[in-house]
């Protein structure tokens, strides 16, 4: 009997051994995890926030610019696609549509003096700039979080507990391939 009670302790101890690293490890991926999750979601906030501020700006440029209408079917498609949009690469290429889109309604805004000292213009295009800014810095969050993550589940032995908790790794939020081109700005046409 005393023999038996010695070996249970001795399995009981080991398991013990074993099980709080394992559960230590388990939590912090669990943290990690909730991490990129709660930074993909204020990338998310960032971009409705965007998209909230859009209609407002294209309806202001309208009134000047009737005969721009190709710009303004860009960015009500981009807004379309990004609404859409369900994993962080689908995201991130109708973001880079949608900015593209805003670029050259910029760009047709120079043409139009009087429309860049309106006031409510004036006002949106800063309320949009803070937004693209915060939208940066929301994407720059992200893709810290997600390099924590990846970093802690592929090293050993944590490699061992994510593969037997089933985290995997995840992807970064990276520009699309045209976003790497310089935009073409021509004030003359």
Do not use: H
């Not at 939590?27 to 407002?56: A, E, G, W």
């Not at 213009?121 to 939208?135: M, P, S, Y």
């Not at 992200?142 to 985290?167: C, E, H, L, M, Q």
Request: hydrophobic share 35%.
């Amino acid at each position: 009997m005393n023999k038996t009670l010695k070996t249970i302790s001795i399995i009981v101890g080991i398991l013990i051994i074993i099980t709080i690293p394992f559960i230590t490890t388990y939590n912090k991926m669990v943290t990690l995890d909730q991490n990129v999750q709660k930074s993909q979601s204020d990338i998310d906030t960032q971009l409705q926030r965007r998209n909230d501020l859009i209609p407002n700006l294209v309806e202001t440029v309208k009134g000047y610019a009737k005969q721009e209408k190709d710009i303004f079917t860009d960015i009500a498609n981009a807004r379309a696609k990004l609404g859409g949009a369900q994993t962080v690469a689908d995201k991130a290429e109708a973001d880079n549509e949608l900015s593209s889109a805003l670029s050259r309604l910029l760009v047709v805004v120079e043409r139009y003096p009087e429309l860049k000292s309106n006031e409510n213009f004036k006002d949106l295009t800063i309320a949009l700039e803070g937004t693209e800014n915060r939208i940066n810095i929301a994407r720059q969050d992200y893709n810290k979080a997600v390099d924590n993550y990846n970093i802690k589940i592929r090293k050993f032995p944590n490699s061992i507990v994510s593969g037997i908790a089933g985290f995997e790794k995840k992807p970064y939020y990276k520009a699309s391939e045209g976003a790497k081109e310089v935009p073409k700005v021509n004030f003359s046409e």
